[in-house]
């Protein structure tokens, strides 16, 4: 007997970010969006204990060890429920590893509804979602997917209406970005500077909702772009390759280095995603569409 659960990829369409806070974190206004990238993950019971394989383009890079965050999940998931965390939990990865669209988020609430469904625990969704805030900032919105705004350090999410499908291009750069390294260039970028509350911008969550890619393309905004661009200057290249192609937008994903091209329809991201692909500034790219929807087990 197994579970597979499939777990989507994310794009911010917004990431203001605040001040450091005493904990270390970083306060802020996160909308995220799911998009139709995704990783699966099949949980197995296994008698001789916890076990992490991975398959993908980006295997190689994925920690097997109990750092893994999917690991992490069962482990949270067993503790809490008095049980071993004896399951196998084999991961197909889709989503970039360090590409800021949350792939190990993904694995993580993946990992969760997986081994909840195969012990049949009975927790409740609430339940599930304080495990994953607990695990990380990302983790409880790949548990619902959709659309959501993150406050808090981006776990305590309130869902967003989204009045139609957003047709995107992601290039996929050829290393990775440290989330806590951006966030430390984040830091060091706005020392001696004021940095503002937070907020979500009123235009981003309009748009959404109106399902207007032309409205969203002048409202994203992301706060950490300066940073990611700082530690991997060659992002903007891509980025201006895809302005040329004829994006709505271009932004750095999250913390990067993946690029997201925001298009005006499907025809459109494919072609954008054929310029890309010529232009020599990104190792992959790849085209999805979103709202997708959250962390679902499969038939
Ligand atoms: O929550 P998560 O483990 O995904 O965060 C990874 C790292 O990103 C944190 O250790 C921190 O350095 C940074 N971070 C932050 N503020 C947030 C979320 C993440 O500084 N709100």
Redesign the pocket.
């Known amino acids: 007997m197994s579970v597979t659960v499939r777990v989507p990829a994310k794009v911010n369409v917004q990431l203001a970010v605040g001040g450091?806070r005493p904990d270390?974190?970083?306060?802020?206004a996160n909308v995220f969006l799911a998009v139709s990238l995704h990783d699966e993950v099949t949980a197995t019971p296994s008698p001789e204990g916890l076990r992490v394989t991975c398959e993908g383009p980006d295997a190689d890079q994925v920690p097997l060890d109990r750092t893994n965050l999917a690991a992490r999940a069962a482990l949270a998931l067993a503790e809490r429920y008095g049980r071993r965390p004896d399951v196998h939990l084999h991961i197909a990865k889709d989503i970039p590893v360090a590409g800021g669209m949350a792939g190990g988020?993904a694995d993580c609430a993946g990992a969760l509804v997986a081994c909840d469904a195969l012990w049949g625990t009975g927790a409740s969704r609430d339940e599930l979602l304080a495990i994953c805030a607990e695990l990380?900032?990302?983790v409880p919105f790949s548990l619902v997917g959709g659309a959501a705004l993150g406050t808090g350090?981006?776990e305590k999410l309130t869902a967003l209406e989204v009045g139609g499908d957003f047709h995107w291009v992601f290039a996929m750069a050829a290393k990775g970005l440290s989330?806590?390294a951006v966030?430390r260039e984040f830091d060091r970028l706005g020392e001696g500077l004021e940095i503002p509350e937070p907020a979500a911008d009123q235009a981003v969550l309009d748009a959404l909702a109106k399902g207007d890619p032309a409205a969203l393309a002048v409202a994203v905004s992301n706060d950490l772009q300066p940073a990611a661009l700082s530690l991997f200057p060659q992002l903007s290249d891509t980025l201006a390759a895809g302005r040329a192609a004829g994006a709505l937008a271009a932004l750095v994903s999250g913390s990067g280095p993946t690029t997201a091209f925001l298009a005006t329809d499907a025809r459109s991201a494919s072609d954008i995603a054929g310029v890309l692909r010529a232009s020599g500034t990104c190792r992959d790219v790849r085209t999805a569409s979103g709202p997708a929807p959250g962390a679902t087990v499969r038939d």
Do not use: A, E
């Open positions: 450091v270390g974190f970083h306060d802020l988020s990380g900032s990302d350090r981006g989330t806590p966030f």
